[in-house]
């Protein structure tokens, strides 16, 4: 479906006008051609093709293509969230050739026309960033919050033989006990923990829950999202919760056969408690697994180098990058 820019969007820079950029929403059949354009993205590490179907049937959701001489250049999603209030600003790409050119800024001012004339109560947009932000960065946005990340690799066949070794040995095992196992949330206990009470006020990063890139403010319309979705809810103590995590269920990502990426986002400050959820979450979701997994954790930044010592020294996974943090950040939308 093409979209008549002159009634959604400011008037283009003159280059990329004269360039003749179309938008459209996207569609099922735009799908190869999206993969096309975006090989590279994330290293061979891309969520879209395992999410970009169930994108296109999200309600609250629109997916945005740029195109130029009729060839796909860029995408951006916009999720509407927080009662209607937040614009979700997340996938971001642009063919490689048109990097540099202002190509995603114009998008994304398309794109905040178009949500702001569907949904005129919008007031904020917001993303997850995981570069260096500089001065400049911080005087368009605001810093929400911000975790640090941490990202290993394994066979997921090497990961099960550690993970029995690690379950028989009682001196290792023991580090991780406590007085609570952790506890797997049904999505009664959900509603019940995250909405009814105030216990995980203390427990989330500015009382932000994210998940897997998404950040959502403690509502129920966010929850009601959020538990459409494949997820593991854990926590250490129902009655009295110092640390929560959510796991997403193993993706297949493109870098290669029998490739997977598994999230994990990890709220609280306790590393043993930490590290207890990280160790029933890899049992759970690599026990039927076969082949590779990048697996992705987001966590206190003051507990990034002991989980990071934890998963090479004793759960023998490797460390593929160096500390990195991802940053949520808000802006007003005019």
Known sequence: M???????????????????????????EDFDEIMSMSQDIYGGLDYLPTRYSSWLQDTNRTV??????????????????????TMLVEGLRVAPQERGKGVAGV????????????????????????????????????????????????????????LSEFSLSRDIYSSLSSNHSPVRLDDSSITQLYL????????????????????FKLLASNIAILLKKDIDWMVDDVSSPSVASLCTFPFRVPIGDNWYYL??????KDLNLAQQQFFCHL?????????????????????????????HNVLNVELVKEYTEQCVVESDVV
């Open 2 to 28: 093409k979209i008549d820019t002159s009634l959604t969007m400011p008037q283009l820079p003159e280059a990329l006008a004269q360039a003749g950029l179309q938008f459209a929403v996207a569609t099922e």
């Open 64 to 85: 945005i293509l740029a195109r130029k001489q009729g060839k796909v250049i860029a995408l951006e999603s916009v999720c509407v969230i927080d009662d209607g209030e």
């Open 107 to 162: 998008l994304l001012r398309f794109c905040s026309e178009l949500v702001k004339s569907k949904y005129p109560e919008v007031k904020v947009s917001r993303l997850t960033r995981d570069d260096q932000m500089g001065p400049k960065d911080f005087q368009k946005y605001r810093l929400i919050t911000k975790q640090g990340i941490l990202l290993v690799r394994f066979r997921a066949e090497d990961l099960k033989l550690r």
């Open 196 to 215: 009814t009470t105030d216990l995980m006020q203390g427990v989330l990063p500015n009382s932000t829950i994210i998940q897997d890139w998404q950040p």
């Open 263 to 268: 999230n994990i986002d990890i709220f609280g």
């Open 283 to 311: 049992q759970r979701h690599t026990a039927t697994l076969k082949g590779h997994v990048m697996c992705q954790i987001f966590l206190d930044p003051p507990l990034w180098k002991p989980m990071a010592e934890f998963c």
